[in-house]
């Protein structure tokens, strides 16, 4: 079976890491993906011996970025906030630090200058990135968050920041961004090894809320199996993450969340076997 793993996003309100740790373990899913402030309140190297010990690998830790600000001094906080994102990966061994870049600093409608701010501050990290040997997964987010989480918006665009940046740098394909784009198949089989990561989640209709309204895998409208294929076709084999922002699901037992997670797994798995 293609490897799972658990976002901690998806049980926030009610789990901190030990919670979230211990919750894969019994629930057999054998991956997972700290957000910074659970990981943050645990310790950096406490969190480490624990995920070591209960056996899981780390699909990624969400999350470095939000590079565009108003001034200078904003924008190099960001930048020494993104060094200590890639000292964490680094110590949690994960397979990438995914980047959600930052949208327009406030008040500002300079799209094109925002996205320079984000080039910018990619290329002051990537030598440490390099060094520690993390690979910085864009993540382009859906045209909706562009004003205020991230000026990437499509895979095209992150490819066209790993070509500039090169080395060091890759993408993290999260279905729920990147289903209705149509120019996807073809950004997929050009971004060949460099999928980083492979989020999955979906697509209510109606979907309620631009941000906490993301749907569990089957219940909307993106094809995941198909998007997943189209990965596997570039090679990617790595983990499938879930990761629901979801004021429905949030309110539930987070076992039961986990456990209808690891169910719909098993049933795309069904639909679709690793060839
Ligand atoms: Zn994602």
Redesign the pocket.
Known sequence: MRPLSLNTVTVREKWGLAECIEGCARQGIPGISPWRDVLQAMGIAEAARQIRDAGLGVSGLCRGGMFPAADAAGRAAAIEDNRRAIEEAHALRAACL?MVCGGLPPGSKDLPGARQMVADGLAAILPEARAAGVTLAL?PLHPMTCADRSVLSTLGQALDLCDALGEGTGV?V?V??VWWDPELPAQMRRAGERIAAF?ACDWLVPTTDLVFDRGMPGDGVIDIAGIRAMAEETGYDGFTEV?LLSRRWWAEDPDEVLRLIRLRHEALEELSPVP
């Open positions: 995914v993540e993290a999260d729920y961004h989020h990761e």
